[in-house]
């Protein structure tokens, strides 16, 4: 056993190092700076001029939350998780009820066709998402322009439209996942309840709604879960695509923009905003899973 035991750590004490080093030792860092006033200057190198780095208690915690900034940056955020969620959740079932139909032919195809979003680098999907939304050259406006809109809007540095430009892009980027959970999902329920519910004189939207959802509730509930998550932490697709005009509506970007973007970058600031990001994030995942009940059975 002793031997077992030696071997055993043996084996696993690389990779238990190699995650405590390039996973909890940047979190518990960026917590210390969180507490700090490190900032361009003192940090990590002391300069003349600077302040010296110094704990400071909860002080950047307390101006990011009366800063407007962050408070735009975090109910824009939540906007954002609220329509982007529902139109991944929307997109993936209507192409999950269509992909499961007897009557499409070619699912394959499809299926093939369909996830092509999840192949492709994400730094080449927003180029190309830019392009398309490209306010003089992109091919949105130029439909637009077909279709007898005189002004179309420009995606690019209008904040509302961009916006919209984001939901769509999101939507895009994320359907594929949703489809896939909800594409299982719906493979396994059982014919006998479908069938029952014809003979009871159901209609197709009766039997979606009150037989064939409700079945596979949780793992659609899981993955919007999922789904949520990566919304809130949202940071590179805006970032690529105007980071200037949607610093102050995603909060990851808000966060990145106090320790790169300013004149006098504040790492301290920055990284008290990311971590109050982490807490929410957390909260919402635990009062997620628990509203849900996703975890019921589990053990």
Do not use: C
Not at 11 to 20: D, E, N, R, S, Y
Not at 212 to 233: D, E, G, H, N, W
Request: positive net charge.
């Amino acid at each position: 056993m002793k031997k077992r035991t030696i071997a055993a750590l043996a084996l696993i004490t690389p990779g238990l190092a190699a995650f405590l080093f390039f996973n909890i030792y940047p979190i518990v860092y960026s917590i210390y700076i969180a507490f700090t006033n490190a900032q361009l200057g003192n940090f990590p190198i002391q300069t003349p001029n600077a302040p010296p780095l110094k704990f400071v208690g909860l002080e950047n915690f307390r101006w990011a939350i009366s800063d407007p900034g962050f408070r735009s940056a975090f109910l824009w955020t939540w906007i954002f998780v609220a329509t982007s969620v529902t139109l991944k959740v929307l997109a993936g079932i209507l192409l999950s009820v269509l992909y499961n139909s007897r009557y499409v032919i070619g699912k394959s195809i499809y299926r093939a066709l369909l996830i092509i979003p999840w192949a492709l680098p994400l730094l080449f999907s927003i180029t190309v998402w830019r392009f398309m939304f490209d306010p003089v050259f992109g091919p949105v406006n130029i439909v637009l322009r077909d279709l007898g809109v005189s002004n179309p809007p420009d995606w690019m540095n209008d904040a509302f439209y961009g916006f919209i430009a984001l939901n769509i892009i999101e939507v895009w980027l994320a359907y594929p996942f949703m489809m896939t959970v909800i594409t299982s999902a719906l493979q396994a329920v059982p014919d006998i309840l479908v069938e029952a519910a014809v003979i009871d004189g159901a209609n197709y939207w009766q039997r979606l709604t009150r037989v064939v959802i409700p079945i596979v509730s949780k793992p659609i509930a899981f993955s919007t879960i999922l789904t949520s998550a990566a919304s809130f932490q949202y940071f590179l697709v805006p970032f690529l695509y105007n980071g200037a005009l949607f610093e102050e509506k995603f909060l990851l970007l808000y966060g990145y923009k106090r320790a790169f973007g300013s004149s006098i970058p504040h790492y301290g600031r920055a990284a008290a905003v990311l971590f109050i990001a982490t807490i929410v994030l957390a909260i919402y995942m635990l009062v997620s899973m628990k509203l849900t009940k996703i975890q019921e059975g589990a053990s």
